[in-house]
Protein backbone atom coordinates (compact mmCIF):
# COMPACT_ATOMS: atom_id res chain seq x y z
CA UNK A 1 0.00 0.00 0.00
CA UNK A 2 1.91 3.45 -1.45
CA UNK A 3 0.61 6.78 -0.94
CA UNK A 4 -1.42 6.89 -4.37
CA UNK A 5 -3.81 3.76 -2.93
CA UNK A 6 -4.03 5.83 0.82
CA UNK A 7 -4.88 9.26 -0.72
CA UNK A 8 -7.79 7.25 -2.90
CA UNK A 9 -9.01 5.62 0.39
CA UNK A 10 -9.42 9.35 1.46
CA UNK A 11 -10.64 10.39 -1.49
CA UNK A 12 -13.67 7.14 -1.25
CA UNK A 13 -14.16 7.59 2.75
CA UNK A 14 -15.00 11.91 1.77
CA UNK A 15 -17.09 11.61 -1.39
CA UNK A 16 -20.85 11.67 -0.71
CA UNK A 17 -21.73 9.83 -3.63
CA UNK A 18 -20.00 6.84 -2.45
CA UNK A 19 -22.86 5.56 -0.60
CA UNK A 20 -20.96 2.02 0.34
CA UNK A 21 -16.96 2.43 1.65
CA UNK A 22 -15.83 0.38 4.96
CA UNK A 23 -12.27 -0.12 6.26
CA UNK A 24 -11.05 -2.82 8.39
CA UNK A 25 -7.51 -3.16 10.26
CA UNK A 26 -6.35 -6.57 10.65
CA UNK A 27 -4.81 -7.21 14.25
CA UNK A 28 -3.04 -10.18 15.44
CA UNK A 29 -3.66 -10.54 19.03
CA UNK A 30 -0.88 -12.63 21.21
CA UNK A 31 -2.75 -14.21 24.54
CA UNK A 32 0.48 -15.08 26.16
CA UNK A 33 1.52 -11.34 25.92
CA UNK A 34 -1.13 -9.41 25.16
CA UNK A 35 0.71 -7.76 22.80
CA UNK A 36 -1.70 -6.78 19.30
CA UNK A 37 -0.20 -6.38 16.05
CA UNK A 38 -1.05 -4.80 12.62
CA UNK A 39 -0.97 -7.20 10.49
CA UNK A 40 -2.61 -6.24 6.93
CA UNK A 41 -6.38 -4.58 6.52
CA UNK A 42 -9.11 -4.93 4.15
CA UNK A 43 -11.93 -2.37 2.77
CA UNK A 44 -14.69 -2.45 0.35
CA UNK A 45 -16.52 0.01 -1.92
CA UNK A 46 -19.29 -0.22 -3.93
CA UNK A 47 -18.50 -1.15 -7.63
CA UNK A 48 -18.87 1.90 -10.36
CA UNK A 49 -22.56 1.94 -11.79
CA UNK A 50 -23.57 -1.09 -9.53
CA UNK A 51 -25.78 -1.09 -6.46
CA UNK A 52 -25.51 -5.20 -6.29
CA UNK A 53 -21.64 -5.00 -6.27
CA UNK A 54 -19.07 -4.87 -3.62
CA UNK A 55 -15.51 -4.26 -4.64
CA UNK A 56 -12.78 -5.75 -1.98
CA UNK A 57 -9.20 -4.53 -1.77
CA UNK A 58 -6.70 -5.89 0.80
CA UNK A 59 -3.46 -6.51 2.15
CA UNK A 60 -1.03 -7.98 4.63
CA UNK A 61 2.53 -6.44 5.75
CA UNK A 62 5.33 -8.45 4.09
CA UNK A 63 6.20 -10.08 7.59
CA UNK A 64 3.27 -11.93 7.68
CA UNK A 65 2.70 -13.46 3.95
CA UNK A 66 1.99 -17.37 3.58
CA UNK A 67 0.30 -17.76 7.20
CA UNK A 68 -3.00 -17.83 6.07
CA UNK A 69 -3.95 -14.22 7.61
CA UNK A 70 -5.26 -12.83 4.16
CA UNK A 71 -7.15 -16.35 3.77
CA UNK A 72 -9.22 -16.28 7.29
CA UNK A 73 -9.65 -12.29 7.05
CA UNK A 74 -10.85 -12.32 3.41
CA UNK A 75 -13.18 -15.41 4.56
CA UNK A 76 -14.57 -13.46 7.75
CA UNK A 77 -15.63 -10.38 5.74
CA UNK A 78 -17.22 -12.66 2.61
CA UNK A 79 -20.57 -13.02 5.12
CA UNK A 80 -20.27 -9.48 6.45
CA UNK A 81 -20.40 -7.92 3.29
CA UNK A 82 -23.42 -10.19 1.88
CA UNK A 83 -25.28 -9.30 4.75
CA UNK A 84 -25.03 -5.48 3.64
CA UNK A 85 -28.51 -4.45 1.54
CA UNK A 86 -28.95 -5.19 -2.14
CA UNK A 87 -25.24 -6.80 -2.30
CA UNK A 88 -25.39 -9.97 -4.10
CA UNK A 89 -21.86 -10.34 -5.66
CA UNK A 90 -18.32 -9.28 -4.58
CA UNK A 91 -15.63 -8.58 -6.87
CA UNK A 92 -11.81 -8.76 -6.45
CA UNK A 93 -8.65 -8.10 -8.56
CA UNK A 94 -5.42 -8.92 -8.68
CA UNK A 95 -2.43 -9.31 -11.09
CA UNK A 96 -1.65 -12.77 -12.36
CA UNK A 97 1.75 -12.77 -11.13
CA UNK A 98 0.33 -12.48 -7.38
CA UNK A 99 -0.02 -16.34 -7.05
CA UNK A 100 -0.66 -15.95 -3.25
CA UNK A 101 -3.22 -13.28 -3.66
CA UNK A 102 -5.01 -15.80 -6.40
CA UNK A 103 -4.97 -18.41 -3.65
CA UNK A 104 -6.53 -16.36 -1.38
CA UNK A 105 -9.75 -15.56 -3.37
CA UNK A 106 -9.97 -18.84 -4.10
CA UNK A 107 -9.65 -20.73 -1.45
CA UNK A 108 -12.52 -18.15 -0.73
CA UNK A 109 -14.85 -19.52 -3.67
CA UNK A 110 -13.72 -16.83 -5.91
CA UNK A 111 -13.75 -17.76 -9.35
CA UNK A 112 -11.69 -15.70 -12.49
CA UNK A 113 -13.77 -13.95 -14.87
CA UNK A 114 -13.18 -12.92 -18.36
CA UNK A 115 -14.31 -9.31 -17.21
CA UNK A 116 -11.73 -6.66 -18.12
CA UNK A 117 -12.16 -3.81 -14.74
CA UNK A 118 -12.52 -0.18 -15.63
CA UNK A 119 -13.00 2.82 -13.57
CA UNK A 120 -11.83 4.28 -10.55
CA UNK A 121 -9.43 2.34 -8.40
CA UNK A 122 -9.14 -0.68 -11.49
CA UNK A 123 -5.33 -1.23 -12.57
CA UNK A 124 -4.29 -2.11 -16.08
CA UNK A 125 -2.99 -5.43 -16.16
CA UNK A 126 -5.34 -6.86 -13.13
CA UNK A 127 -7.39 -9.86 -13.36
CA UNK A 128 -10.78 -9.75 -12.02
CA UNK A 129 -12.46 -12.46 -9.80
CA UNK A 130 -15.82 -13.02 -8.46
CA UNK A 131 -18.22 -14.38 -5.96
CA UNK A 132 -21.94 -14.59 -6.14
CA UNK A 133 -24.44 -13.58 -8.90
CA UNK A 134 -22.76 -13.49 -12.28
CA UNK A 135 -24.53 -11.35 -14.23
Known amino acids: M ?9 RMQ ?8 AAWYWVLDDPATGNRTLIGNGGILLA ?9 GYSVLE ?7 ATEAVGTLIPVIFSL ?3 TRIIATTYPELGA ?4 LEKNGFVKTG ?11 SVCY ?4 LR
Do not use: C, K, Q
Not at 49 to 55: H, L
Not at 115 to 125: L, P, S, Y
Open 2 to 10: DGGVIREFL
Open 48 to 56: EGRTDTAVL
Open 115 to 125: IVMTGTGAEEG
Open 85 to 87: PGI
Open 63 to 69: EFWNRGY
Open 130 to 133: VLGE
Open 14 to 21: DDPAGPLF
Open 101 to 104: SIRV
